[in-house]
């Protein structure tokens, strides 16, 4: 990849440089954490309500299909063993967003 030049960064690319560099943390493992950038105060309204309707209708597939039931469980326990997933405490971080997992079987 080539290095651009400073004369053609627009102010967009500018923040992105500028957000990366401040947002980015290494941690051990070489493990990379970016906060995700947004133009503008994001809109959190009625999130917790269709997540919570996607997790509601998961866990009714879940218990019509058994077999689907464990190849899940066994996918998110190697998702937390690789450390791509850490367990929430619903009583910590209520300002953070969580993307979660979707099920394409």
Do not use: W
């Not at 004369?7 to 290494?26: G, M, N, V, W, Y």
């Not at 998961?58 to 998110?76: A, S």
């Not at 910590?92 to 993307?99: A, C, G, Q, S, T």
Request: aromatic share 6%; with cysteine; charged share 30%.
């Amino acid at each position: 990849m080539e290095p651009v030049e400073q004369s053609t960064i627009t102010a967009e690319q500018q923040a992105c440089e500028e957000h990366f560099l401040t947002d980015t943390i290494q941690q051990p493992g070489e493990r990379c954490v970016v906060k995700l950038p947004t133009k503008m105060e994001p809109n959190h309204n009625g999130t917790l309500l269709s997540s919570e309707r996607r997790l509601h209708a998961t866990e009714r597939r879940l218990e019509r299909d058994p077999e689907f039931k464990i190849q899940y469980h066994n996918l998110m326990r190697k998702y937390e063993e690789l450390g791509h997933r850490d367990p929430v405490n619903s009583q910590e971080r209520k300002e953070d967003m969580f993307l979660s997992t979707t099920s394409s079987f």
